[in-house]
């Protein structure tokens, strides 16, 4: 085999690569329900969401998994678009929510809220990112957490 054909060989393999590699992650984005987990630890964190910046379709359903007790995952209030319902799961019962408008919600577990047990959703592709949060009501702690996750939107 000469340098050419094994160029040639390479080229495609890289090819075949890249394309199951796109397919992997849009089959991973498109998937529905999204299952979000409840965390009493993940390393050194205490009380966090096992991700903490989740992006859905419009129309896609979470179902928020407490692994362990005491967690929910309630809407956060001044932190949703307009039209947006609010949501409040039971408490160590997992429970789906459907999110059918577009935009950027706050989502916090309530008694762990001032540990900073917060996460944002981001429903829908063409998001205008800036977020207001001066009328979010929240410990200091989340509201960090918060400003630090949109920072990364
Ligand atoms: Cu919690």
Do not use: W
Not at 18 to 46: C, D
Not at 85 to 91: A, L, M, N, V
Not at 111 to 118: D, L, N, S, T, Y
């Amino acid at each position: 085999m000469n340098k050419r054909h094994l160029l040639h060989l390479l080229c495609i393999a890289l090819c075949v690569s890249f394309i199951v590699g796109i397919a992997t992650l849009s089959s991973a984005q498109a998937s529905s329900p999204y299952h979000v987990q409840m965390l009493n630890e993940r390393g050194s964190e205490k009380f966090v969401f096992n991700e903490e910046i989740i992006r859905i379709s419009v129309g896609d359903t979470i179902v928020f998994e407490p692994t362990t007790k005491g967690h929910n995952a309630a809407s956060i209030k001044a932190l949703a678009p307009d039209q947006a319902t609010k949501f409040k799961t039971p408490y160590n019962k997992e429970a789906e929510v459907t999110f059918s408008v577009p935009g950027i919600y706050g989502v916090k577990c309530t008694p762990h809220a001032a540990a900073g047990m917060v996460a944002i959703i981001v429903v829908g592709e063409e998001i205008d990112s800036k977020v207001d949060l001066s009328k979010v009501k929240l410990p200091k702690k989340a509201k960090s957490k918060l400003e630090q996750l949109i920072s990364q939107l």
